[in-house]
DNA sequence: TAGGTCATGAGGCACGTACCTCAAACTTGA
DNA sequence: TCAAGTTTGAGGTACGTGCCTCATGACCTA
């Protein structure tokens, strides 16, 4: 039986008998208003800290009346995994608007730098207090986060990462993790050994190289007996999947496996379904969809490893409220949880 | 470059005017108060569903200069799985906070139905908005459910269910689906076909038959060429479960697989490790704990599914957030997703 | 018809923060 | 030393809700 004891939160009143300045200093201080020499701005800061103040996100919030708004910037194209992310964002939508947070969503055609840049320069600071962005690394993309931070809008990279750059913080999964599950699991299910082919969208995409880098230590060093077909490229694109998953299954009758780290999965499972083979193939391949999904119902996939869209909104939400508050320096910057799918688990 | 047409919120100023009556009387009508007639009522009722208004409630607890008050309710004793339950809840404290919440938590001697009964007696409702707790099925609960229910406290149930209980939720993962996936696992780790143990904790322990029931179906109709040896109860003992495990390893020199679907998992850790054996074994394991976590590490144990505390920490404050704004009957209640983990992608 | 009960309205104060105005106190430079 | 500027204090209003008091009017009953 162990209560917690609770002590009432510190509020703006007593930061300011603590520093012995009027309320009106201590706005000033917070909001980061002019007028305050610089030894009065010390006295608060300090009474902030001995006091453990934080701002109350929603009595502020209130008194604005002014939502917390953070735009969402997510490619468009065939990606279903993109659709996934924003219809997560789509499913926050209540529960957010209950926490006075507005959602917005862009789409922007996928690897159009130059758009997405434009975005993050359009935003109004006034309008937008956090961006959400998904994005290869272009150094059009960095001077637009840099000069984004700058005017106060906290920047936040989703599924791959923009290092060197302004942004507050990255959500994503550790794809060297992923990549390394992966090789662990067809390990297991193929014990007399064998060939596995791989498949990348890109070996251009910095996840895509994650992901395979994994693969190939834990195949190498916990399972010799394994040897690698490939990688192959796919570009995400379910008519190229297709064609490549096609002509390696009839080149290598004995393959045990496919570990697809790509997407364009839906070419995958058209090609599985068609081929007709005797002996079981042990196959793997990213992100929940609607292919992958029927995939596993089917039985042609065996394994499906999720980014758990809803959890990187979720994340990406909690995020923006810290840097709201002021807290967000604090925050760990510890990567989701990778989703694991069997037919036996699909929610 | 879709965005969302933002409408500010419905107020109760906005109810008071669509509905034709003052703001003492929507007042009198969301909070319970007596002395508004059926008619008038209804007609608030009805300006609340076309405006779709929803307390703020925020605000609202701000005006009672009141924390929202959950208290949870978890097992005490041996079991690591609720100790990282309650350390789980003690991570959540600082973001509840604020919000605006409280969480307290208190540890029962495991399977004392009294000392929780009394305990949910003991609630006071003005200090108390919801309890959760982790419980087996007992009449006695039920009916210290049923009460505080009755006195305005919304319970939730954690972990394990209490059906036939007023209980508003439950927040737990789908244990059948715990035991088709561990089969479906197992299944394809022995292409071979083969033996595998299984371990239970007790066989009168509603998840660990609902487990073992999806294991064994998922065995019958998938992977004909496995069988099973068991079920045996280690009891959740970690001595009882070694004992167990040892003689098995002893007895069946060919055994495939285990699969311990209760806890006592340092007791199997130990017995794989003393055991030495040259074939290879396969061995899953519920809930991510020091030892299972140790035994993934040293390669003993080569999947553990786990429950997920955290996130099911995150259901149980969102649940309770949502009964607080009288929302809490849309909830569906979908289960917690099953944590997967491999050596390679632990957290 | 008087006395009572009940339903409702009007309005105020509180919660913690933001943002505004006005005046007072202080500092600086010539 | 005085004028101009800067810094600070005091206090108000607002946000959306809860909770309280008081007044008014409607209705019922003796």
Known sequence: MNEQTSRRRATVHDVARAAGVSLATVDRVLNGRPGVRAATAEKVEQAIQSLGFSRDLNASLMARSRDL?????IPDGSNEFMDSLAEAVARRQSQALADRMHLATRRIRALDAGTLAAGLDGLDPKACDCAVIVTSEEPEILEAVDNATRRGIAVMTLVSDLPGSARKHFIGIDNGAAGRTAASLLGRFLPQGGKIAVIAGSLHLRDHLDRLAGFRDVLAQDFPDLDIIGPFEGHDAPAETQALVAKLLAEHRDLGGIYNLGAGNAGLVAALEEAQR???LRVIAHEL???TRAGLMAGSIDVVLDQNPDGEIR???????????????????????IGIFLRDNLR
Request: proline share 9%.
């Open 69 to 73: 708004k953070v735009v969402f910037f």
């Open 278 to 280: 005797c002996q079981p």
């Open 289 to 291: 969809t609607a292919p």
């Open 315 to 337: 994340e990406a939400i909690a995020a923006a409220r810290a840097f709201a508050l002021g807290t967000g320096r604090s925050l760990a910057a510890d990567p989701i949880e």
